[in-house]
């Protein structure tokens, strides 16, 4: 069995004004500086102007602490049900620290994750994605869970490495979910996803079990790659026909 760990990770060289704190590459938010590395009174202005909608979430290589990503959080405007609403969110390359949680976050407009790393758990529980997500070749070394995620657009998880346990379950996606080359170390809880596009879960590396319980595929789905034990119970694959 290929272990998910052992596969070279190669990251694209950045390509926005990289912070000038010696050796981080976050990107530049104010002063040469990215926003875990700005002074107090400036990271204050950086989170009102998040709330008011004059800048956007761009944190290409910022790494980010629990508590940090929290005043974001506290800081972006809400949705008519109380959910943070992060917009145009870009976090390629990003490090989460410590446990994180997204969960309840409208991510408004194409949403990137690209080549994040999170280092500790990771929560997406009810999120709701309006547009594409990008996660390609992002690394989740525990556990990581989207229980309950909506996602409208495209979810892109091409080389997506998880080497906890991944959750899926009652995840709803409108369009594709593309899992290509994605690499699961343990077990993956698919149970209850509806997946209303097509699902490629093609080359994938699954360490333990693929669970596809009570799972619902309204589009053509490819499951190929190296996957230890594979259950499917009462696991519905349809075509549904197209509203003329």
């Not at 004004?17 to 107090?40: M, T, W």
């Not at 005043?71 to 994180?100: E, H, K, M, N, W």
């Not at 809880?189 to 097509?198: D, L, P, R, T």
Request: charge should be negative; glycine fraction near 8%.
């Amino acid at each position: 069995m290929i272990d998910p760990a052992n596969i070279t990770r190669k990251m694209h060289e950045p390509n926005w004004p990289k912070c000038q704190h010696a050796g981080c590459i976050g990107r530049v938010a104010n002063d040469r500086k990215c926003l875990a590395h700005l002074p107090e009174d400036a990271r204050k202005a950086f989170l009102a102007a998040l709330g008011n909608g004059s800048t956007r979430a761009l944190l290409q290589g910022t790494t980010l602490s629990p508590e940090l990503l929290a005043s974001i959080l506290a800081s972006v405007p809400r949705t008519d049900d109380d959910r943070p609403d992060l917009r145009y969110a870009d976090f390629d390359q990003a490090t989460f620290t410590g446990d994180t949680s997204f969960s309840r976050v409208h991510f408004t407009g194409d949403t990137v994750f690209q080549d994040a790393t999170f280092q500790s758990k990771v929560t997406f529980q009810e999120a709701q994605f309006d547009s594409d997500a990008f996660f390609n070749a992002a690394v989740f070394e525990k556990q990581a869970s989207f229980t309950g995620a909506r996602f409208s657009g495209v979810a892109w998880m091409h080389y997506a490495r998880f080497l906890g346990e991944a959750t899926f379950h009652d995840v709803h996606c409108a369009d594709d979910a593309n899992f290509p080359g994605a690499g699961l170390a343990k077990n993956a809880n698919f149970g209850g996803v509806e997946f209303s596009g097509e699902a490629w879960l093609g080359e994938v590396v699954v360490g333990g079990m693929l669970a596809l319980f009570q799972a619902s595929f309204a589009r053509p789905v490819l499951i190929q790659g190296i996957v230890r034990q594979l259950a499917c119970y009462r696991t519905e694959f349809r075509l549904k026909r197209l509203a003329q």
